[in-house]
């Protein structure tokens, strides 16, 4: 099936500094992705998503960016805390047929 | 807040049983997904379905099959559990926004 590619699998970084996780996707079809984030023994939630036709989207300390020609986007966030430690995965989505593809998630930890 | 259950939340099975974990949503969305997560793996999609009586492969259908008997309700089979079907399965449902909504999610130990 398609594939979406989500690095890095694990990712460490001090309290107040940034974390980026990058995700490619093959189908030039995609124009929905979003982002779910999944605490321990919990189900994953969505924390933000973009649309195709937009190519940078913030909510508080949270930003994706897309690229398109590239087929690429990315979850950015600034100043870390500790409870952003969790699984994060990112998703590409064709909105015509529905068949939401996960990245295989990327496990940030936040050290104080 | 969408509403999706699962059941059971932990099932212990023997190999070549049967199983059959159930979902069902009450926000009335078009489009249900099983999943299956494991470590390393993240997310892969078994079936999905876009309405009633309606079921499509996933990625990894093999040793699955899906019922869709109403809008509410889409079962996950495996009628001959395998060892290497231990896992914990997530049920969602989405509709035209594109928001899935999980479950809490089903443990499955295939002994």
């Known amino acids: 099936g398609e594939q979406v590619e989500q690095l890095p699998s694990i990712l460490r970084v001090q309290e107040g500094s940034s974390a980026s996780i990058n995700c490619s996707y093959e189908?030039?079809?995609?124009?929905?992705f979003p982002w779910y984030k999944q605490e321990p023994g919990e189900n994953p939630k969505l924390i933000i998503d973009?649309?195709?036709?937009?190519e940078r989207k913030q909510i508080q300390e949270l930003i994706v960016l897309l690229d398109k020609k590239a087929k690429r986007f990315s979850l950015h966030i600034t100043d870390t805390q500790p409870g952003d430690s969790a699984m994060y995965f990112c998703a590409a989505v064709n909105t015509g047929n529905y068949k939401y593809v996960f990245g295989a998630g990327t496990r940030l930890k936040v050290i104080a | 807040e969408a509403a999706v259950t699962q059941s059971p939340r932990n099932k212990v099975a023997v190999t070549g049983g049967k199983v059959t974990l159930s979902c069902n949503q009450t926000n009335n969305h078009n489009n249900m997904y099983w999943y299956r997560q494991d470590t390393g793996h993240g997310l892969r999609l078994i079936h999905y379905?876009?309405?009633?009586?309606?079921?499509e492969k996933g990625d990894i259908p093999d040793g699955y099959k899906a019922s869709r008997p109403s809008q509410e309700n889409f079962s996950l089979i495996l009628e001959l559990a395998t060892p290497s079907q231990t896992s914990v399965y997530f049920c969602?449902?989405?509709?035209?926004?594109?928001?899935?909504?999980f479950g809490e999610g089903s443990k499955l130990t295939v002994l």
């Open positions: 189908d030039s079809a995609s124009n929905y």
């Open positions: 379905s876009y309405g009633a009586g309606s079921t």
């Open positions: 969602a449902s989405g509709g035209n926004t594109g928001q899935l909504y």
């Open positions: 973009i649309r195709s036709n937009m």
